[in-house]
Nanobody
Framework: QVQLVESGGGSVQAGGSLTLSCRAS????????MGWFRQPPGKEREGVAS??????YYADSVKGRFTISRDNPKNTLNLQMNSLKPEDTALYYC???????????????????????WGQGTQVTVSS
């Protein structure tokens, strides 16, 4: 059974940094596509960053500030978030696309309907 467990959320002032981690179990991280989504208060879930064996993709709103990476031996996905802004406040979710949906167009589009597995979410709050 595939499980994704996020950690690392918290509260930080604008301009600060946080690192989110997602521990995966039930499959090998390097064999699928992984990513991060977020859901701001009162808004829909949106894609933040994604990674596959051929590349990484970022939402325009986080380019240059966030970095997604994988630690394959630890089966862990990370999201380094720098220069945080109040508009980054959201519940952040770890996501995984199974092999059949692990394609550049799918993970670049950040369509939530293409995601096969979700974590439970971790809260990030950025104060001004």
């Amino acid at each position: 059974q595939v499980q994704l467990v996020e950690s690392g959320g918290g509260s930080v002032q604008a301009g600060g940094s946080l690192t989110l981690s997602c521990r995966a179990s039930g499959y090998t991280l390097s064999s699928v596509c992984m990513g991060w989504f977020r859901q701001p208060p009162g808004k829909e879930r949106e894609g933040v960053a994604s990674i596959s064996n051929v590349g990484t993709y970022y939402a325009d709103s986080v380019k240059g500030r966030f970095t997604i990476s994988r630690d394959n031996p630890k089966n862990t996905l990370n999201l380094q978030m720098n220069s945080l802004k109040p508009e980054d406040t959201a519940l952040y979710y770890c996501a995984a696309w199974a092999k059949g949906r692990c394609t550049p167009p799918s993970i670049r589009s950040f369509a939530t309907s293409d995601v096969n597995y979700w974590g439970q979410g971790t809260q990030v709050t950025v104060s001004s």
